[in-house]
């Protein structure tokens, strides 16, 4: 489809073990952003690049938390050493530039449970 | 963190009758605002957009209005389907950033 998507939709992972999820934003789109929503909440920014270049990565909770998009395309967000408190849902969303205001559009989200 | 929402707020109403679900905001230097619809298991879904030059913006079924005097943002769906039963969010953005930030979420009932 045309849309924003992620993978996997559902990952379940033991405390401690380190876990990579996948985004792949709408062609063409120069500004993607990860987003992590807790139950009964809003979603909560985590980082934001433009292109290949991670511009804003002050939402990111801890230094266990890391986010790359090498080639400016697909992007992956990497958790190492899970902790229960980590479990919540992880939006990808992306738009078309960055020098005006533009709509984010997202994906329906990874839900990661640690147990 | 900056969004709230332990407790939903509940809107409910009758089909075909419309719908205003309210937010307020939080930096005047706000430039720019989305509403967002999310049904259960999916992301945010973009519903429409007004920049702070405007105050009010009409889409499909669907009407926007920022007052920026008291930081208010309204959404009015007009002639609720039952399609319409969702979680409705509204977001804004800082001048300057490119981060969104989401207000408290209402979810939006309707009856039959």
């Known amino acids: 489809g045309a849309g924003v998507s992620q993978s996997p939709r559902y990952k379940v992972a033991k405390r401690g073990q380190d876990v990579a999820l996948r985004c792949d934003p709408i062609?063409?789109?120069?500004?993607l952003f990860w987003y992590q929503q807790a139950l009964g909440q809003g979603p909560e920014f985590l980082t934001y690049?433009?292109?290949?270049?991670?511009?804003?990565k002050s939402g990111l909770p801890s230094d266990r938390f890391f986010a790359e998009r090498p080639e400016g395309s697909v992007s992956t967000l990497k958790i190492q050493r899970t902790q229960q408190e980590d479990s919540a849902v992880y939006l990808c969303?992306?738009?078309?530039?960055?020098?005006?205001?533009?709509?984010?559009?997202f994906g329906d989200g990874t839900r990661l449970s640690i147990l | 963190g900056e969004s709230v929402g332990l407790h939903l707020p509940t809107l409910s109403v009758q089909e075909g009758d419309n719908s205003i679900i309210n937010c307020a905001y939080s930096?005047?230097?706000?430039?720019?605002f989305i509403w967002y619809k999310q049904e259960s298991g999916k992301g945010p879904q973009f519903i429409i957009d007004?920049?702070?030059?405007?105050d009010k913006r009409q889409g499909q079924r669907v009407t926007v209005l920022l007052n920026k005097t008291v930081k208010h943002l309204s959404l009015q769906i007009a002639a609720t389907q039952p399609g319409d039963s969702a979680v409705y969010f509204c977001?804004?953005?800082?001048?300057?950033?490119?981060?969104?930030?989401f207000g408290q979420g209402t979810r939006l009932t309707i009856n039959p």
């Open positions: 969303a992306s738009s078309l530039r960055q020098v005006s205001n533009q709509p984010q559009h």
């Open positions: 062609s063409g789109h120069v500004s």
């Open positions: 690049f433009q292109n290949e270049a991670q511009l804003d």
């Open positions: 930096n005047s230097a706000s430039d720019y």
């Open positions: 007004i920049r702070s030059n405007m």
């Open positions: 977001a804004e953005k800082i001048q300057g950033a490119q981060k969104l930030v």
